[in-house]
């Protein structure tokens, strides 16, 4: 059976993987690496037969594809939203440092051809989900940086959320069929968080991941007076994209919606 959880390190390289297509997390079927770069350092990413997304977490970077270049620069996952560069198959994606950066790689195998983009901070702006509802401890922000309604050619899912301190996110408990894999970051590198898959709970903590496989319930918590940061990317499966009018609560759970605290 494959790993659910994971605390890998750097590399001499400045490489932490995360899943890949024949390692212990292979059920997410995607390829996620996270890079730290130093200033002046430069990154190329080009995969044949598969998608590719290149995201900012912090730094001050420039993106290079097929003859376009733009400046991106994100203080930090928590006070600023995100840049990122997705594209097809055979797309040649270059990351130039300007600056002490960090940035996540995100593939899959994907033999569809649907060009390139970047995206902006204000293409996947921060909404805040369940304000109010079960005793208002699962309100945080969320975004969506591309869906299948976003990138209806893309085999994957690319987003983030921010915890408000002590509080839930993927709640109420729910499940999907299609594999899913967190990357968490805390606002203090102490911080810490409680990540459950199923039946099984583990310590998040700063640079963690949790590989979830379909099916599974995912709820995740973070401890009072830190605020937590998760990447969220889900591979679709064919024929079955995820979809976010899905709805895939534990029933068990359902009647907290309508209940009052």
Not at 26 to 36: G, H, P, S
Request: hydrophobic share 30%; charged share 25%; aromatic share 14%.
């Amino acid at each position: 059976m494959s790993k659910v959880f994971g605390y890998p390190e750097y590399d001499e390289k400045g490489e932490k993987i995360l899943t890949t297509y024949d390692n212990e997390y292979k059920a997410m079927m995607m390829d996620i690496r996270v890079y730290r770069m130093k200033a002046g350092e430069t990154k190329t990413f080009l995969r044949e037969g598969e998608e590719t997304a290149v995201l900012l977490l912090s730094g001050n970077i420039t993106y290079k594809w097929n003859g376009n270049e733009a400046a991106a620069t994100r203080k930090d996952v928590f006070t600023e939203g995100p840049w990122c560069v997705h594209g097809c198959t055979g797309t040649e994606i270059t990351v130039l440092a300007n600056a002490e950066s960090q940035i996540l790689v995100q593939c899959t195998k994907n033999e569809k051809d649907f060009g390139v983009k970047l995206y902006k901070p204000e293409d996947a702006p921060w909404g805040y989900s369940s304000v109010g509802k079960f005793g208002n401890v699962a309100k945080r922000r969320v975004n969506t940086i591309f869906d299948h309604d976003i990138s209806p050619e893309s085999n994957m899912v690319l987003g983030e959320v921010l915890n408000d301190r002590g509080n839930w996110s993927g709640y109420l408990p729910h499940r999907h069929p299609q594999p899913e894999t967190y990357f968490f970051k805390f606002d203090h590198p102490e911080g810490f968080g409680a990540s459950f898959v199923g039946d099984q709970v583990f310590k998040s903590t700063d640079e963690s991941f949790s590989a979830i496989p379909g099916g599974e319930l995912h709820p995740q918590a973070v401890a009072p007076g830190y605020q937590m940061y998760t990447c969220w990317m889900i591979r679709h499966i064919d024929g079955n994209p995820w979809l976010q009018t899905d709805r895939c609560e534990d029933e068990r759970y359902t009647w907290l919606h309508d209940a009052e605290f």
